[in-house]
């Protein structure tokens, strides 16, 4: 189904920034690589279902650039490497993610290689439910990188760039599909500041070359989980790692950076270093059950309209909210959605 212009014309489309809870029925709530309860056609079919009531759910809450909520993957970055060669899952190895805490990973034993479609007939689905313009996300290159342990080309910069090169291909084919936003996610780009400048910036650019659709990249502070927040507090009274980022980004190719705001210690007058891209501005917290209000959501966009003009801001979450129930995610949506239509009748 081609995508149409009904909220394409008007200021402050929302979006979300990636996963939604998924129904009990297809996997455990409130888990990250929960597993899937159904096997073989059923779970093809439980997916089908799961991602028509997302779009449902986003639409009933004015969200304009819908998503699958990552309805059809168990992780928004494991899910994608389980699928390439060169990879080894059963003999895993411990290293520290993102500098935060510890974890067990695949381990890269040979080439990298893409030897299939892995998202394409998701996002080719995805397009098929919804006469709305529809977002897909992937990994970053850099925090897939971060989410492996390599014994094969023993540099990070070298299977970063096998990875843009495989995410290209990929998206590519999103693109032929009819995907009008790409976004690769980044957290990674949170840590890594100096591999950002001396090679994160060209490993991206790499993955989207070519690209007709837009294209976003994801940086954030992480999902509401206890080794994310009990980093954040280790950050001071001042978030300002995108000040690192933000002039890099400004003067790439990438058209989009959806970042985290809302109840954070980022200073937003940062996002004014971002001149000429599009700003999503996290403006729901995935770090609590609490749901915004509408007045709340519509506080955060003023506050960036400061320094962002409206017609390239987008009213985002901060992050993925698979953490959280169906109820709050609703809840939540509900609010992103209210909150930029009190914004949009204020601007007339």
């Not at 929302?14 to 309860?37: D, E, F, H």
């Not at 799961?50 to 819908?66: C, F, K, M, S």
């Not at 994160?200 to 690209?211: H, R």
């Not at 966009?301 to 959280?324: D, F």
Request: aromatic share 8%; charged share 25%.
């Amino acid at each position: 189904m081609p995508s149409t212009p009904d909220t394409a014309s008007r200021i402050l489309q929302t979006t979300i920034a990636g996963s939604l809870p998924k129904p009990s029925w297809l996997a455990p709530p409130s888990q990250l690589w929960a597993p899937w309860q159904l096997e073989g056609q059923r779970l093809v079919e439980g997916k089908h279902d799961a991602v028509r009531l997302a779009l449902a759910e986003q639409r009933r809450a004015g969200i304009d650039i819908a998503s699958d909520g990552e309805q059809t993957r168990r992780h928004f970055v494991t899910t994608f490497i389980e699928a390439l060669e060169g990879v080894d899952f059963e003999h895993k190895r411990t290293v520290r993610i993102r500098q935060r805490y510890d974890a067990d990973v695949p381990v890269v034993v040979g080439p990298v290689a893409r030897t299939r479609p892995i998202f394409v007939e998701d996002a080719r689905f995805l397009r098929s439910q919804t006469s709305r313009r529809v977002k897909f996300t992937l990994p970053g290159p850099m925090t897939m990188v971060d989410t492996l342990y390599d014994e094969h080309y023993k540099s990070r910069e070298k299977l970063a760039m096998e990875f843009a090169a495989i995410l290209n291909a990929e998206a590519r084919e999103m693109d032929a599909a009819g995907i009008d936003v790409i976004q690769f996610d980044e957290p990674a780009f949170n840590v890594y500041m100096d591999e950002v400048r001396d090679w994160g910036i060209a490993a991206l650019e790499k993955a989207t070359a070519g690209l007709k659709c837009k294209t976003a990249v994801h940086i954030c502070y992480g999902y509401g989980i206890k080794a994310n927040t009990d980093w954040k507090k280790t950050l001071g009274s001042e978030w300002r790692q995108y000040e690192s980022t933000f002039p890099l980004l400004a003067a790439s190719k990438i058209d989009q950076v959806s970042l985290e705001c809302a109840n954070s210690k980022v200073p937003l007058e940062l996002i004014g270093m971002l001149r000429g891209k599009d700003v999503l501005v996290g403006a729901i917290d995935v770090a609590t059950s609490t749901v915004e209000t509408p007045e709340d959501v519509a506080a955060t966009i003023r506050a960036a309209m400061k320094y962002v003009e409206p017609a390239k801001l987008y009213p985002c979450t901060n992050c993925g909210m698979v953490p959280l129930s169906r109820e709050v995610a609703a809840g939540k949506l509900k609010a992103l959605g209210a909150g930029a239509a009190l914004v949009r009748k204020e601007l007339g």
